[in-house]
């Protein structure tokens, strides 16, 4: 059976109303090119950033701009309990989370000595940690207390996931009037590799055992274990069938439901949003499904050791720019992506031209080869 969704009207009625009428977002094409065309004057091999100078085009195209600026930039760590810790998919307790994320809030999680690196600022926010404290430093805007067991029910109400989206969403807008250039979306939640795996393996009907890793640490029982509660949870609310919104309900997490509403407001905001791992990958396809042409807006860091994280790709056709079998979460991942952007920005912005230093310009060929 599949889950009831009441509040499905209120997830389509809200998409609409945030997008505009429902239209799929755009980059501007007319800044993307002038980016493109800067790109071809500074004195280097035509295309030699790869990825990089892709990116800041795409940059430029998101905020109809060529002038790409990366000054301000946050990174959102969205923290959650998962129900499904209960079915002992996972090395340690739940309570892990509120630990981590109340130390965030202070200033000492491994986040926020990355991002202090790369001068990023970091706000947390508790969208679903099963603890009714208030933490010192971390933004409280709890759907519930954690999400339900999903083998024993669905993980979540229409209107806790609507409410998690919308407070993503909101964070974005947020973002855009107090002058952010770039965001980035972390997550914490003991748990959230097992929600992932469900929700990527339900909307690409694709088996458990090719989505599932070892998480924060598994073994080999553990691994399997996870694998056996994932196909339970797709098989017991039919999710082969189900949409998006119905999957994020019945087996998803608030911290996927918040990123993929921190997603979709970039794209209708216009402000680029670095994905991060596994997490990421799983909310960006929740997101894309939702209000296609999301992921025109995303900016892939890392390839997640995670088995998630490939086939989310491939399913939107991204790559990732790092692959160092990373694996940490928090946006760490992410943050790490800025220092790449500052650096191909620092060519972009002040790289010598070929006229400049007395130099014929590369030309492109149609065979795509870079030649002098």
């Known amino acids: ?107 000492g999680g491994n986040i926020c000595a990355i991002a202090g690196e790369a001068h990023c600022d970091v706000f947390p926010a508790d969208v679903g940690i099963a603890d009714s404290r208030d933490f010192p430093g971390v933004l409280k805007q709890k759907a519930a207390e954690g999400t339900k067991d999903f083998l024993k029910e669905p993980a979540m109400s229409g209107e806790e996931a609507l409410f998690a989206v919308r407070t993503g969403f909101e964070l974005a807008e947020r973002s855009v009037r107090e002058g952010y250039d770039i965001l980035a979306a972390g997550e914490m939640g003991i748990g959230n590799t097992t929600t992932s795996a469900a929700v990527t393996a339900a909307l690409l009907h694709l088996p458990a055992d090719q989505l599932t890793g070892r998480g924060a640490g598994l073994d080999d029982a553990g691994l399997l274990r996870k694998r056996k509660v994932i196909e339970e949870g797709i098989a017991k609310y039919g999710l082969e069938q189900a949409d998006a919104f119905g999957v994020l309900c019945a087996v998803g997490g608030f911290d996927l439901a918040a990123t993929a509403g921190l997603f979709i407001g970039g794209a209708v905001r216009h402000i680029p949003v670095v994905m991060d791992g596994c997490i990421s990958a799983a909310a960006a396809l929740i997101a894309e499904r939702l209000l296609p042409g999301t992921k025109d807006f995303l900016i892939p860091s890392h390839l997640s050791r995670e088995p998630i994280a490939t086939a989310v790709f491939r399913e939107l056709g991204m790559h990732a720019v790092i692959d160092a079998d990373l694996a940490l979460g928090e946006g760490t991942g992410a943050v790490m992506m800025l220092h790449l952007l500052d650096s191909a920005l620092a060519v972009y912005r002040t790289g010598s031209s070929f006229s400049g230093i007395g130099m014929e310009a590369y030309r492109e060929f149609e065979t795509g080869e870079k030649k002098c």
């Open 1 to 107: 059976m599949n889950p009831k969704i009441p509040d499905d009207q209120k997830l389509q009625n809200f998409l609409r109303d945030a997008s505009g009428g429902n239209q799929k977002p755009a980059r501007n094409a007319e800044a993307e090119e002038a980016a493109r065309a800067h790109w071809n004057t500074i004195a280097k091999p035509l295309h030699s950033l790869g990825r990089l100078e892709d990116i800041l085009v795409q940059i430029a195209g998101i905020r109809g701009n060529a002038d790409v600026r990366l000054d301000r930039r946050r990174v959102f760590v969205f923290c959650a309990d998962n129900g499904i810790t209960e079915e002992g998919v996972t090395q340690c307790g739940r309570e892990v989370t509120a630990k981590v994320a109340e130390n965030i809030g202070k200033g």
